[in-house]
């Protein structure tokens, strides 16, 4: 499997993804924003898209796809809570479904919280592809967790995190939805000075292009983001100057993290 990213240069800096099978060519549309751009990558790349995925409703997520439905008479996947909010859905998609195009499989995890219907795509280590790969949408960015802002619930964001993500093996490669990691590795040392991992990138990406940012994994997110490292005493005695009756549930520094960050 094959993933071609494509950062959008918009104000709310998404990525696109073409998901593609090596051996067919055949391609998964993955929350595509720019539809003529969508087209022209899989034009350039000789590869027919086959299918239409959203990772969840928001209009940066699927506005480009009816271009793409249009050009290729791809069907559009999305979770089933999301029918209703995204034209032309044609598959409601659950916890534990298996999406095959070509060799490829992936996981439907779902993964509710930055809104009510949202899930994510793992593709599992398998004979063809040795290092699993996490297409997490907005639930999971470099450095930090998705906001629920917008008919989201960070009660139910956190329970993703502990019952989903948390679970996911160290060498998992993490493709989010947006690149915000500059800005969130200065939220990170924010709450975490000490933080020698969180310091080191910030340095290695200071300079690169939102193009070029480098795909981490899941091993290497547990190291520097705070929303992945809830019981560190750093975070927590931190949090302690903003939020005096922080409670001890790692629930409590989870919702504590978003409430700095909505607001960072």
């Known amino acids: 499997m094959r ?18 099978c090596e051996e067919t060519q055949q ?28 990772t969840h409703e928001h209009h940066d ?19 089933e809570s999301a029918q209703g909010r995204i034209p032309n859905q ?7 479904d298996w999406v095959t ?10 993964t509710p919280g930055h809104t009510p219907g949202h899930l994510c795509l793992l593709a599992e280590s398998s004979a063809y592809d040795a290092t699993p790969l996490l297409f997490s949408g907005d639930t999971l960015f470099n450095a930090c967790a998705g906001n629920c802002k917008n008919g989201g619930n960070v009660d139910t964001l956190y329970e993703t995190f502990v019952s989903q993500l948390q679970r996911l093996p160290d060498d998992t490669r993490l493709y989010p939805g947006h690149d915000y990691m500059k800005t969130n590795l200065a939220f990170a040392l924010d709450r ?4 020698d991992m969180a310091r080191y990138w910030q340095d290695q990406v200071s300079a690169i292009e939102p193009d070029h940012m480098p795909i981490m994994t899941l091993g290497q997110e547990r190291q520097y983001n705070p929303f992945l490292r809830l019981h560190e005493p750093a975070i927590r005695s931190q949090l302690v100057s903003h939020f005096p009756h922080l409670g001890q549930h790692d629930r409590d520094v989870f919702k504590a993290l978003r409430a700095l960050r909505d607001h960072w």
């Open 192 to 195: 975490e000075p000490n933080n």
């Open 101 to 110: 195009v070509g060799t490829m499989q992936l996981r439907v995890l779902y």
């Open 27 to 54: 391609a998964i549309a993955l929350d595509p924003l720019d539809g003529e751009q969508m087209l022209a990558v899989a034009e350039a790349e000789g590869l027919t898209i086959k299918l239409i995925i959203n």
């Open 90 to 96: 044609e598959r409601g998609l659950v916890a534990g």
């Open 61 to 79: 997520h699927i506005a480009g796809n009816p271009v793409v439905q249009a050009a290729t008479n791809a069907p559009i996947w999305a979770h």
């Open 3 to 20: 993933v071609v990213r494509r950062y959008m240069h918009n104000a709310l800096r998404n990525y696109n993804y073409l998901l593609v």
